[in-house]
């Protein structure tokens, strides 16, 4: 009898905010990786050993950058997971300077589908002049996402953001770039980052 099997094996632990439950929480220090199985027996190992941080009470994985991330300064304004989904929606929106009806209705209704909250669009039009007035762009948030985001979740982000791009149905140069620098900032590699664009602009865009 042959398979394979993800083996988890706890490497520290400790305690840090949560961004899933919103709260200090207790965690593990883990990392997995595969070994092949033969007979019940494990033999060989293979593939990468990939190291994460786990939250105890919901359980959820976050890259282990999380844990020197700074929760306790008052001028970090990125506890809250739904701000930043928020935030970087609303600067791949204002990617091109225009902030249509079409763009702020997708961000109210990705938001909504992501987050499971109801956002007013007298909330998104908030969050755009606060984004104007802060001065800050897309890579004074990308450390935050990249550190509490698994691989898996980034490009979930990508595709999000794509779909705020392409509510006007038409990808601008501007927003292609915005998109590719959300992508190196969250240490997506450029093969990775052009293969998924491949999958997302067949998977949206209307053929011609």
Request: glycine share 4%.
């Amino acid at each position: 009898m042959m398979g394979t099997k993800e083996v988890r094996r706890i490497v520290g632990s400790g305690t840090f905010f949560c961004r899933v439950c919103g709260s200090d929480q207790p965690y593990w220090q883990k990392i997995k990786w595969r070994k092949f199985y033969f007979y019940y027996m494990g033999l060989i190992s293979y593939g990468k050993k990939v190291e994460f941080v786990e939250c105890r009470n919901c359980t959820w994985d976050f890259n282990p950058e999380v844990l020197a991330l700074d929760w306790d300064n008052p001028d970090n304004s990125f506890r809250s997971d739904s701000f930043l989904i928020l935030r970087t929606m609303v600067l791949m929106l204002l990617a091109d300077d225009v902030a249509g009806e079409d763009e702020i209705e997708a961000v109210m209704e990705i938001f909504r589908e992501v987050t499971g909250h109801t956002l007013s669009r007298e909330a998104v039009l908030a969050d755009i002049a606060d984004a104007r007035a802060s001065g800050k762009s897309l890579n004074d948030y990308l450390p935050a996402l990249a550190a509490v985001l698994t691989e898996e979740r980034k490009l979930l982000l990508i595709e999000v953001l794509f779909l705020v791009a392409l509510a006007d149905w038409e990808l601008h140069d501007s927003e292609l770039e915005t998109l590719n620098t959300v992508a190196e900032g969250l240490n997506i590699s450029p093969d990775d980052m052009a293969l998924h664009l491949e999958i997302l602009q067949i998977k949206y865009l209307p053929e011609d």
